[in-house]
């Protein structure tokens, strides 16, 4: 695996000039040399990747998950994520278009940018959740990108951190209106995902073994979906207004009421019954969502 600490360290790799600054680089992704052979080089990087390009016979890796940039899609890669990349077929030539910008969390240090970056979740997404654009909504990531190049080819004075980085929170809210458009616009897809999550909570919850196994997590039901976490539940919290934490949490409340109302098991049975290593910890959950303790429900009931 390679490591790169710094822009400049990752320019020299790529065989190109030092960045105008060590903290920001923007790169017309047709002029990189391609670096990379049929056997997949992994990379981990310090620093912010945006990324706006389509690239033929070149396969990534990222999240555990293949991808080809045939299209045009928005990606975006945090600190300290790795992935990977390799030529598909030596015998054929690579075609790259598109632009890319580095960020170094040290550019945007003392920004209002600073305090929020970490707060958007695509972020966190896997590259084949990337943002698929519209002509128009990729014309205006573009414009924004093309003022950041611009800006940051100037002569850098004391305006142009809070110019550059006024720029980048501007595209991040775009991408997030886009991905949420996206959410929307992709209802049977979305609809079927939901529905394999259902699928997949009552399979788990009707299940022998629950005592042992525990309660679900936020990640065993994303990695069964293959999704990434943030993405599946950003996309539920979309199509639902629950994430995928609080899907989990209704399961296995109506799960808890099928018990309560049907069964004489005690309420400590019944906890342990659907994964609860504590008592208190389930009674605290169950009033949490109901307003009522779980003997308080059984009463009511009955």
């Given amino acids: 695996m390679r490591h790169f600490k710094t822009i400049s360290e990752f320019h020299e790799f790529l065989e ?14 047709s002029t990189v040399p391609h670096r990379y052979g049929q056997e997949p080089l992994t990379m981990h990087l310090d620093f912010y990747t945006i990324a706006v390009k389509r690239m033929r016979n070149v ?3 990222y999240g555990q998950h ?50 929020t970056i970490k707060h958007y979740d695509f972020w966190d997404y896997s590259l ?5 654009m519209s002509a128009k909504e ?15 080819s100037a002569n850098l004075d004391r305006f142009s951190k809070q110019i550059i980085a006024s720029q980048l929170e501007s595209l991040l809210h775009y991408a997030d209106r886009f991905y949420h458009r996206q959410f929307l616009t992709r209802d049977k ?23 042992e196994k525990g309660l679900p997590t936020v990640r065993y039901v994303a990695e069964h979906l293959h999704l990434s976490p943030k993405y599946l539940s950003s996309l539920l919290r979309v199509v639902t ?21 049907t069964t004489t098991l005690t309420v400590s049975e019944i906890a342990y019954e659907l994964g609860f290593e504590h008592l208190q910890s389930f009674s605290k959950l169950f009033k949490a969502k109901t307003n009522l303790s779980p003997l308080e429900f059984r009463t009511s009931f009955n």
């Fill in 241 to 261: 207004g629950q994430n995928t934490q609080q899907h989990i949490h209704a399961k296995l409340i109506a799960k808890a009421k099928e018990k309560l109302s």
């Fill in 16 to 29: 190109l000039p030092p960045p105008l600054h060590p903290l920001l680089s923007v790169l017309d992704v």
């Fill in 59 to 61: 396969h990534s890796t």
């Fill in 66 to 115: 293949p991808f080809d940039f045939k299209e045009g899609v928005l990606s975006f890669m945090a600190p300290n994520q790795v992935f990977s990349i390799a030529t598909a077929n030596q015998d054929e030539a690579v075609e790259k278009s598109g632009w890319v910008v580095y960020i170094h969390p040290d550019f945007i240090w003392n920004t209002p940018l600073a305090a």
């Fill in 138 to 152: 990729e014309a205006t990531i573009l414009a924004i990108i093309q003022t950041i190049a611009q800006e940051h």
């Fill in 189 to 211: 897809a979305n609809h079927e995902v939901l529905e394999r999550v259902e699928a997949l909570l009552d399979a788990y919850f009707d299940s022998d073994d629950l005592a």
């Fill in 128 to 132: 084949h959740e990337a943002l698929f």
